[in-house]
């Protein structure tokens, strides 16, 4: 029962060009999101979250975009840097007590 | 200096056998968790602790244990290892009660192979 769907497993992108990771939820309940960055044979790192009460949060190059009709949510990245190259994990929640449902994870590759 | 640190990196052993994982934090965090990455790469939680005390047992066998001796340190042993068992086991810490908002900070894992 996959909860969040992150259904491309791999994208490749050019250095300097936008990233654009998506990510699909089917619990309308969720409420709180959250992407994760793994390095190989490195654990997940905390990127950046958004509440279900915005559309929108930016930090830096990253920037979460939340369609909660759609129930779709997406991580842009401007401008890719060869360090994004990474495996970005969506997660979300169901308020403030629940744990986390994590995606599969999209391999990022930035291409030189 | 590591901040969540877990040995071993990489365990193979027989099934039958017992075996145990080990995670310290040095961050002072008051909530540590241990994560199962299957084969199907999805990264599910099996327990947390907050100070010490049981917060989320999620479904999972009662072959897995987990010890928390102090606040920095939640160990996992498995008893009678099975082929299912083999996966990425993550530990993690973060500094509040253990709700579903707070950042987690994940060790490197360790990659258990049962043969």
């Known amino acids: 029962d996959q909860q969040v769907k992150q259904n491309s497993p791999s994208l490749s992108v050019q250095e300097g060009r936008i990233s654009i990771l998506n990510c699909d939820y089917t619990?309308?309940?969720?409420?709180?999101f959250l992407w994760y960055k793994k390095y190989p044979a490195e654990g997940p790192t905390f990127l950046i979250s958004?509440?279900?009460?915005?559309d929108k949060n930016e930090d830096g190059r990253f920037t979460v975009f939340l369609n909660k009709s759609a129930k779709h949510l997406s991580l842009h990245i401007v401008p890719s840097q060869p360090g994004d190259s990474a495996v970005y994990f969506c997660?979300?929640?169901?308020?403030?007590?629940?744990?986390?449902?994590f995606g599969k994870g999209t391999r990022l590759h930035i291409l030189p | 200096d590591t901040a969540v640190s877990q040995t071993p990196k990489y365990l193979v052993t027989q099934m039958g056998n017992d075996k145990s994982i080990k995670c310290e934090q040095n961050l002072g965090h008051d909530t540590m968790y241990w994560y199962k990455q299957d084969s199907k790469k999805f990264l599910k939680i099996m327990f947390s602790y907050n100070n010490k005390e049981l917060i989320i047992n999620e479904t999972v066998p009662n072959r897995f244990s987990p010890k928390s001796p102090d606040k920095a340190h939640l160990n996992l042993h498995i008893n009678s290892l099975e082929l299912g068992d083999s996966a990425v086991y993550f530990c993690?810490?973060?500094?509040?009660?253990?709700?579903?908002?707070?950042?987690?900070?994940f060790g490197s894992g360790t990659q258990l192979s049962v043969l």
């Open positions: 993690a810490s973060s500094q509040g009660t253990g709700t579903a908002h707070e950042k987690l900070f």
């Open positions: 997660a979300a929640s169901v308020g403030f007590e629940d744990k986390i449902i």
């Open positions: 958004i509440s279900s009460i915005k």
């Open positions: 619990n309308s309940m969720f409420d709180y």
